[in-house]
């Protein structure tokens, strides 16, 4: 099945109107979230689709709204939803962000070999803090998700700005030896004669890209 299986029923939901799902691409790590430098294999069988649709699921029975999953899988354009087979990405995370009463929150998991792994992973941490909401009259769903609060980074408005990976001519999910060795090699083209007319917004740009890389796969 390519699209997830409760899509239907999250669409009719109330909380629902007016705030679809959205499945960006490519991934969207939070800046300042660490990275796993081990990953683990994943020893379930369930598909990507099937651990979206379960992950989307425990979001609308939070009543989350705002939803963006990201990751480094192309989804599907004539519907939400991912395809059944896929080219398995170099970088294999993916990042949650929703809004609970009005508070942003990001969770974001690579530990596991496969996107499926990491997103089925991000499902279940959701199903558990919602359940213990329900259980104990101790805590609340924010409490449960304070951690995961989405931090404010103020960063210049520029609606022309490209991507890191486009300005270092690199795949998204590029390791980042390669972004780095991209990064020297686009900086001495600067400083070369060749580009002798270029100002150093040119060198400004590659040093905000670089510094973007790097947060994202620390």
């Not at 980042?176 to 991209?182: F, G, K, Q, R």
Request: aromatic share 8%; glycine share 4%; proline share 8%.
């Amino acid at each position: 099945m390519l699209v997830v299986q409760h899509w239907q029923e999250v669409k009719q939901m109330p909380n629902m109107i007016g705030t679809t799902p959205k499945l960006a691409y490519p991934l969207l790590w939070a800046m300042g979230r660490p990275r796993s430098q081990h990953k683990e294999p994943v020893r379930s069988q369930v598909s990507l689709a099937r651990a979206t649709d379960d992950l989307l699921y425990e979001l609308q029975l939070l009543d989350a709204t705002d939803i963006v999953i990201s990751c480094n899988v192309e989804p599907l354009k004539q519907f939400p939803g991912y395809p059944e087979r896929y080219e398995t990405p170099l970088d294999p995370g993916v990042a949650v962000s929703f809004n609970l009463n009005a508070v942003p929150y990001t969770i974001t998991c690579d530990a596991f070999e496969s996107v499926q792994g990491n997103m089925r992973d991000i499902g279940q941490l959701l199903r558990e803090k919602r359940m213990l909401s329900q259980l104990h009259r101790c805590t609340s769903p924010d409490r449960e998700f304070a951690g995961y609060r989405m931090a404010t980074v103020p960063v210049a408005a520029s609606p022309r700005r490209k991507p890191w990976w486009k300005v270092l001519y690199v795949a998204p999910d590029a390791p980042l030896a390669v972004v780095e060795a991209a990064y020297k090699s686009l900086a001495r083209l600067v400083h070369s004669d060749l580009t002798h007319n270029l100002t150093d917004d040119a060198m400004a740009e590659l040093n905000r890209a670089i510094a973007e890389a790097r947060l994202m796969k620390l």
